[in-house]
């Protein structure tokens, strides 16, 4: 088979569409004809050599594919050769092939093309896993998202909403502030501004119950201000650096909550793997894409040969939503 390789660390040029070994189902995992694949920030991050794949995970990047089912492994039940899946990756999705525990495979929600499908399963299971499952957002409740027209960003809003939550979110640009509110934001704030500022007349100084913040360090101290008694912050991402203080006085006062997590390197088995997390998102979220009421937002389809075209946009900004890198169109002839 064909697939990205990263000849070492650097920009987007060092991405090359080369020869591989066809991977091979392993006990508990199928092999998957990718149909699709898309990019998130940590592929650019493992490209740049900052974040290597966990233990066993494939080198090759993608951290989601969508496509057809060719092989299974020993012990796979409820799947059979050719259905059509969508997947959460370690690794491994810029190929014409991928192998992956069967845990970690999800249908194609209705409505949603296969081909779109590739660009699903890592924003859907990171926003459920972190609003749902460790925000514990409700109904009700107000949500923060930042970066509201990126990938999570734009999945975010449309789940908060959903979930029905009031939804605030920051953009960077007149352009990309509309962007969240067509998707249904109720607010959209300018990230150059003060954030505390804003928030507080959007909610009459109460603050926000949830933060789902991809910055890390440089937001923290707006974002603990900006939140209200018994808030919850979840940080996901360090874009904003990893070190800055925290004032654990003013958190006690108003009982206030950090959480940081990872998917990617978590285990596949047990309560908090990945395999637990793709299950909850099929039995709750994927209801909810299947109504329409939450739809995958795709900026670009690329293919899969140009990934390093993929790269050089989201390191150039301005994309909204997500880059699909397509392998083979739908009907199974080879785009790469």
């Known amino acids: 088979m064909y697939a990205i390789s990263i000849r070492e660390p650097g920009g ?29 920030r940590a592929d650019v991050m493992q490209r740049q050599g900052n974040y290597p794949p966990p233990p066993g995970a494939s080198e090759i990047p993608g951290l989601e594919c969508s496509g057809r089912i060719s092989a299974l492994g020993a012990g796979v039940t409820g799947w059979s050769v050719g259905d059509e899946v969508c997947a959460l990756l370690a690794g491994g999705g810029y190929a014409e092939k991928v192998a992956v525990p069967a845990v970690q495979l999800l249908p194609v929600p209705d409505g949603v093309s296969l081909t779109d499908a ?20 409700r109904e009700g409740e107000t949500l923060l998202v930042h970066g509201g027209s990126g990938g999570i960003g734009t999945h975010a809003i449309q789940v908060g909403k959903a ?27 300018d990230y150059h501004d003060d954030l505390k500022t804003e928030v507080d007349k959007a909610t009459d100084d ?12 440089s937001m923290l101290k707006a974002n603990l201000a900006s939140l209200a008694t018994g808030g919850r912050l979840v940080i996901i991402g360090l874009m904003g ?14 009982r206030l909550s950090i959480s940081t997590t990872t998917l990617r390197g978590r285990p596949v088995e047990g309560p908090d793997g990945k395999g637990a997390i793709v299950a909850a998102t099929r039995d709750d979220l994927w209801p909810l894409v299947g109504q329409g009421r939450i ?33 083979q169109d739908e009907d199974g002839v080879l785009g790469g």
Do not use: F
């Open 118 to 137: 590739g660009g699903l399963p890592e924003v859907a299971c990171t926003v459920w896993s972190n609003l749902a499952m460790t925000g514990h957002l």
């Open 163 to 189: 979930l029905g939550a009031r939804v605030i979110a920051t953009a960077g640009s007149p352009e990309r502030l509309q962007t969240c509110l067509d998707l249904g934001a109720d607010l959209a704030i």
């Open 12 to 40: 987007p040029e060092v991405l090359e569409w080369v020869e591989h070994p066809d991977p091979e189902p392993g006990e508990g995992e199928v092999v998957v004809d990718v149909v699709a694949s898309a990019v998130n």
């Open 295 to 327: 739809r995958p937002v795709i900026h670009e389809y690329l293919p899969v040969a140009e990934a390093s075209r993929a790269h050089e946009a989201l390191d150039a900004g301005g994309v909204v939503g997500k880059l699909v890198l397509v392998v």
């Open 206 to 217: 109460r603050g926000v119950d949830v933060i789902l913040d991809n910055m890390g360090a």
């Open 241 to 254: 650096g990893a070190k800055t203080e925290i004032n654990l006085g003013a958190m006690l006062g108003r």
